[in-house]
Nanobody
Framework: QVQLVESGGGLVQPGGSLRLSCAAS????????MGWYRQAPGKQRELVAR???????NYADSVKGRFTISRDNAGNTVYLQMNSLKPEDTAVYYC???????????????WGRGTQVTVSS
């Protein structure tokens, strides 16, 4: 079993900051990619940012320069530092990871349950 548990969401004023965390636990051999997606009401889920084992990152154009994704040294926790938040960043943010539970076993995609981020004055 693998679990992704997010924390750090909440209500913040425009221009403010939040830091999201996501910890992976359970039977894990390796984690290839970890990332954050978001889904606003009435919209499709979209990629926000992702980071590979080697540290390579990808960001949505809408968050470049404002959000920073990082992983801890063990590689099982991913963070999303969100600065200069805008009302359009309001969404449920989901943690995502591509994980191999055992050596030689094909990787699978896992999702957290999501954490609400609301940007409003």
């Amino acid at each position: 079993q693998v679990q992704l548990v997010e924390s750090g969401g909440g209500l913040v004023q425009p221009g403010g900051s939040l830091r999201l965390s996501c910890a992976a636990s359970g039977t894990i051999f390796s984690i290839n990619v970890m990332g954050w997606y978001r889904q606003a009401p009435g919209k499709q889920r979209e990629l926000v940012a992702r980071i590979s084992t080697g540290g390579g990152t990808n960001y949505a154009d809408s968050v470049k320069g404002r959000f920073t994704i990082s992983r801890d040294n063990a590689g099982n926790t991913v963070y999303l530092q969100m600065n200069s938040l805008k009302p359009e960043d309001t969404a449920v943010y989901y943690c995502n990871a591509i994980i191999a539970q055992r050596f030689g076993v094909r990787t699978r995609e896992y999702w957290g349950r999501g954490t609400q981020v609301t940007v409003s004055s």
